[in-house]
């Protein structure tokens, strides 16, 4: 759990989440439990920046699909980007990427999200 | 024509199984590790909600332990019956749309809608049921492939193992004997995998088929001659069968064409050993040293090999081992640019070549394997049964003994 923290962040009521590290077990659960908290609070747009994520195992995996199950739940809009090629691999091969919109920059991230009401 | 998208699931799928057989095994407590185990399992097929649930004899009823993605689990009781149990087959994943009439299903339509089941998993260590696996809808596809079918089966059967081992089944279980047995169990799920995972490697190069599956039993012979440790016998094994995993990343067209390779393509093969170090590092396998030795199959004892150009004794033995099998197998299989070698011609090709490309010590240990095989001495031949029958075992027998009384004045 040491390898693993978040950064967050809010622009225009979209939400940025900068995972760091190894989503490698159950310590990484707290990324969802922190989408969780801004979707009980409205706030459905949500953009995650994989730049800082240095390895994703199939329990990160596992995690990322629970994300994506609870925004669409929410009717919420989910984003990834800095995408590495090995984990875009990975999540185009589970499915991942069918239910998300993937950008290659943060900010391109966030201006679709700007845009879209 | 092994597709990117295999290998990146192939890769997913054995380093997932590596990290269940992490998990399974650690000293977290019992219900940590059966919901990372179950998370393990819903992040390898997609699935958003899922549940482990235990068996309760007394009850006859299924009752949860874990769960992913629920926020309710008030559950309602799913019954099962010894007749059910006579029905299920052993740790295979049931589509239960298909089984809509079934007996089982009917009762418990409610409780195993609650939990959103499409695919139904009952879980059996040897013949006893223990619980089962609710997974919900896929991310991705529906249903799942066969070859995904396999691995769910793997899975389950680690789970269920797990289950039986732990405490709630027996109250009085040696954690030591219990994590000893579900390494046991771990060497089949990986030898099963790992040798699928071989055959993928295989079916790019149409001239090598089988060749990592012969490179390891050829390396497990000489290791075992040389009396290494049960656990070091399977890293070089396992190294074998993986060790041109890198290949897979290289143009078919470049591997097969054999002559007239330009420099360029020549310098692209060469790159095999460290993709599959660059691939294989990312699992983390319960050898370590592994990887090393798969890095370093090309390294030769004048240090003209590739790729760190290692000489001597910074060639550790596991890489000695694996440069002779393989190269040994290539000598004696059809290669695009040439014939195979007679079994002859082979052993004195490796003769010329010690003290260069191959160790004198570690070949000899190989020729005196291949000796004690012919003449019927090992418990179990892995080198013989490849080889072409039409060689005089006398003749072969002569130049192996002439070659060690050589080796060893
Ligand atoms: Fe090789």
């Given amino acids: 759990m040491d390898n693993f923290s978040i950064l967050s962040k809010t622009i225009n ?27 009980s609070k409205e706030m459905k747009k949500v953009v995650i920046n994989f730049s800082e994520i240095q390895y994703i195992n199939s329990i990160g995996a596992s995690i990322f699909t629970g994300i994506v199950q609870k925004i669409a739940e929410h009717d919420g809009m989910l984003c990834f980007t800095n995408m590495k090629k090995v984990h875009s691999d990975v999540f185009e091969m589970l499915g991942i990427t069918r239910h998300v919109k993937v950008f290659k920059e943060e900010k391109d991230a966030v201006n679709f999200l700007k845009e879209s009401d | 024509m092994v597709e990117k998208r295999d290998i990146t699931r192939l890769i997913f799928s054995i380093s997932s199984l590596a990290d269940l057989g992490q998990e399974v095994t650690s000293t977290k407590s019992f219900n940590e590790r059966m919901k990372t185990a179950l ?26 332990l874990t769960h992913k993605g629920f926020k309710d689990t008030t559950w309602s009781n799913i019954h099962v019956t010894a007749k059910h149990i006579k029905s299920f087959s052993k740790n295979e994943p049931y589509n239960l749309s298909k089984v809509k009439t079934n007996s089982f299903y009917n009762p418990n339509t409610e409780a195993l809608e609650k939990f959103h089941t499409k695919t139904f998993i009952p879980l059996f260590a040897k013949d006893e049921f223990v619980g089962a696996i609710c997974l ?26 797990t289950l039986h081992n732990s405490s709630l089944f027996r109250r009085l279980t040696n954690k030591v004997n219990e994590n000893k047995k579900l390494y046991e169990n771990m060497r089949h799920i990986y030898n099963d995998t790992i040798k699928a995972f071989a055959a993928a490697i295989d079916a790019k190069d149409v001239y090598t088929k089988n060749h990592s599956f012969r490179v390891a039993k050829y390396a497990v012979a000489i290791a075992m001659e040389l009396g290494w440790k049960e656990k070091d016998v399977e890293a070089i094994y396992v190294a074998g069968l993986l060790h041109d995993i890198g290949k897979i990343t290289i143009d078919r067209g470049v591997i097969n064409k054999g002559e007239d390779l330009s420099v360029a393509e020549l310098n692209e093969i060469k790159r095999h050993p460290q993709i599959s170090y660059d691939i294989l590092s990312k699992i983390n396998f319960p050898w370590k040293d592994l990887v090393h030795f798969v890095k370093h199959h090309h390294e030769r ?32 299989t059809d290669r695009p640019y040439r014939k195979k070698l007679s079994l ?23 020729f005196r394997v291949l000796q004690k095989e012919i003449k ?34």
């Fill in chain 2, 301 to 332: 004892i004048d240090g003209r090999g590739y790729p760190d150009s290692l000489q001597g004794e910074e060639l550790s033995d596991g890489v000695k081992i694996l440069a002779i099998a393989d190269a040994f197998d290539a000598m004696t």
């Fill in chain 2, 136 to 161: 919900g809808k896929r991310l991705s596809r529906p249903s799942y492939l066969r070859s995904e079918k396999n691995v769910l089966k793997v899975v389950a059967n680690q789970i269920a193992i």
């Fill in chain 2, 376 to 409: 019927g001495e090992t418990k179990e031949a892995q080198i013989l049964p490849h080889l072409d029958k039409g060689f005089d075992p006398k003749v072969i027998t002569t130049l192996l003994e002439t070659i060690t009384a050589e080796l060893s004045a």
């Fill in chain 1, 13 to 39: 009521g979209i939400v940025i989440f900068m995972p760091k590290g190894y989503v490698n077990d159950l310590g990484a659960e707290n990324l969802e439990h922190a989408c969780e908290e801004f979707l």
């Fill in chain 2, 39 to 64: 998370y393990v399992i819903t992040g390898m097929f997609s699935v958003p909600k899922a549940a482990l649930l235990l068996y309760n004899s007394n009850q006859q009823r299924l009752e949860l």
């Fill in chain 2, 344 to 366: 002859t011609e082979a052993l004195h090709e490796v003769k010329k070549c010690l003290g260069t490309q191959f160790d004198s010590r570690i070949s000899n240990v190989f």
